[in-house]
Each structure stands twice: as C-alpha cells, then as structure tokens.
C-alpha cells in the first residue's frame, strides 16, 4: 500500500504526464494543410474576377508566409472582428436575386465568400502580401458548403471566419477543408488533404 503522501504524488505526477501528453498532442497537429492537386476554381470567383480584374491580378509569384508577430496577430483579430461585427449577413438570392454571386460588400451587406473577400482586400491594401492569404471552401459542421481566409503564417495557418469573433488554427475549426487559391497565382486553385473521400463526401452531399 502507498502512503498517503506518496498516493499524493503520484496523482500529482499522474496529472502533469496528462498535461504533457495533452501539450503533445497539440504539438503534434499539423500546422499546415496538406495540398492535392490543381482544380477548378469556384464559379463564384470566376465570375467575380470577371467583374472586377483589379482584384484577380494574377500570375506567378514566389509564395510568402507571413510573420507572426503579436502585431500582425492584433491586427487580424481586429480585421476579422471588425469585418464579422460590421457586415450584415445576408444571402445572395435575398441581396441580388441569384444563387451564387461573390462581391466585396461595399453596402454593408453580404454572405461568407463577401466577408472573405473585404478581408483579403483589408489586409493586402494594409500591405500584407496576398501570397499569404488565401480564399478556402470548406465543408463546415453541418457539411454545408462555407468560405473562410486562410493566412500562412511561419507559425501555421490560421482562420479568419465569419462565424468565430476569433482567429485559430485551420485545425480548431472543426471544418473539412475542401480547397483554395494557389500561394503562387489566387487564380490557380488546389485541393486540400486527401481527394478521394472528400469528392465521395462532397458527391453524396450534392447529389
């Protein structure tokens, strides 16, 4: 039989061995995505290039993870908190009478793609290189189709979402990631992690 004090220490390591292998299994998440191959960019951001050039400039660039700094990571949480509490949710067959139409929502009014897309312009006009940031689909809770800002940082990749006041990692969202814009050209878009379920997922789910 242990002694009442040894009883005491070991719950007390039992508890630090839980917190270390707790810690080391976040260690252990992957900090980024795993790319697949090249596919079709969304209609929506077709169609959206097609209206406004100015905001699809293209072409081949080296890709840029940013550094996380604790200013850059203030200035994210701002930009997504700011974003989430002044636009308007409101979907696109209510504000322009389609069912798919992506817009930066200068009126103050728009669905998930519309909030990514005046955070993108936010921080790439704050000089924040677009390399970093990139427009990804995802499967969310409800295995709806959804968009957030993915920003690659040296630290990981991490969430700017219409649906959390806060930035995390692509890890903690709870989503399954579909695809996003290329680092090297936003008109070029890959798929993410591995494509065989997720098409299957995603072909049951649409059909």
Not at 51 to 69: F, H, L, N, W, Y
Not at 89 to 103: I, Q, R, Y
Not at 148 to 155: E, G, I
Not at 194 to 202: E, G
């Amino acid at each position: 039989m242990f002694s009442f004090r040894e009883q005491k220490g070991l719950a007390v390591a039992a508890i630090l061995l839980g917190l270390t292998v707790s810690a080391r299994a976040a260690d252990e998440r992957p900090l980024y995505a795993s790319l697949g191959d090249t596919t079709r960019a969304p209609i929506g951001w077709v169609e959206f290039c097609t209206e406004t050039p100015a905001e699809c400039k293209g072409g081949q660039s080296q890709p840029r993870d940013i550094v996380m700094t604790q200013a850059a990571w203030r200035d994210l949480n701002k930009v997504n908190h700011w974003v989430n509490e002044t636009i308007k949710p409101m979907t696109d067959m209510d504000h322009w009478g389609v069912v798919e139409k992506w817009s930066i929502p200068t009126d103050g009014y728009g669905d998930c793609e519309d909030y990514v897309l005046l955070k993108r312009k936010m921080l790439i006009d704050a000089g924040w290189p677009r390399e970093a940031l990139l427009i990804t689909v995802v499967r969310d809770k409800m295995g709806e189709g959804h968009a957030v800002l993915t920003v690659k940082s040296d630290k990981g990749e991490f969430i700017l979402d219409n649906q959390n006041e806060n930035v995390v990692a692509w890890t903690d969202t709870g989503y399954r990631f579909v695809k996003r814009q290329s680092q090297g050209d936003p008109n070029v878009w890959v798929s993410l992690g591995d494509p065989r379920p997720a098409a299957l997922t995603a072909s049951a789910r649409d059909h």
